[in-house]
């Protein structure tokens, strides 16, 4: 017997096992308990998504508390003339469940950064702050901002509302294609200190 056809054998006979009535319960038993464990799995799994988003969560290590929750608290993000107020996940975790999956598995490669000690300081992780923000701004930058626009877009602004310097930026920025990141770095944390501004240069 050929390995080719001992495999399909042993594949044939794994399929019939599989589909043979159970004699214990009945496919209707079966049925109904997958659907409801189903149902269950989903539920908590998406549970704790959700549970991952929560500033409290966000902020629940030192490294977070000490270092840029307490700039963003000094951020419109945080305190505004309108009550508005963007938590960690709305500008850091995508909203479409694929891009979330692939977001929140790159935050838990950032754990082992946790249990190493690399930002476990003010000052190392002032030293890594430079390469903490570029890599999140090139995050931003590949997704034309989408978390920023999930709040803001160009054509929702009332720009006759907004000042001279604004207006001119924002429609130059929509006229040549750029997305909110190229321009609002800084906004809800401090710049790194060895961060140049294009436009100084």
Known sequence: ?????????RLCAFWS????????????TLLVVGVFSGIILWGGFNTAMEATNELEFCVSCHEMR????????????YNNRTGVRAVCSDCHVPKDWT???????????EVWGKLTGTID???KFEAK????????????KASNSAECRNCHSFDAMMSSKQKPKAQ??????????????????????????????????
């Not at 017997?1 to 054998?9: C, F, G, I, R, V």
């Not at 891009?99 to 490669?109: D, F, G, L, T, V």
């Open 1 to 9: 017997m050929s390995d080719n056809t001992e495999k399909k054998s």
């Open 17 to 28: 096992v599989l589909r043979k009535p159970s004699a214990k319960y009945s496919l209707l």
């Open 66 to 77: 000490d270092t840029v929750y307490v700039e963003y608290k000094e951020s419109i993000h």
């Open 99 to 109: 891009h979330k999956m692939i977001r929140k598995a790159q935050a838990s490669m």
């Open 121 to 123: 300081t003010p000052e």
């Open 129 to 140: 702050r430079m390469k903490l923000a570029t890599s999140e701004w090139a995050r931003m």
């Open 168 to 201: 001119k930026n924002h429609a130059r920025a929509k006229e040549e294609g750029k997305t909110c990141i190229d321009c609002h770095k800084g906004i809800a944390h401090l710049l790194p200190a060895e961060y140049v501004d294009p436009e100084d240069e």
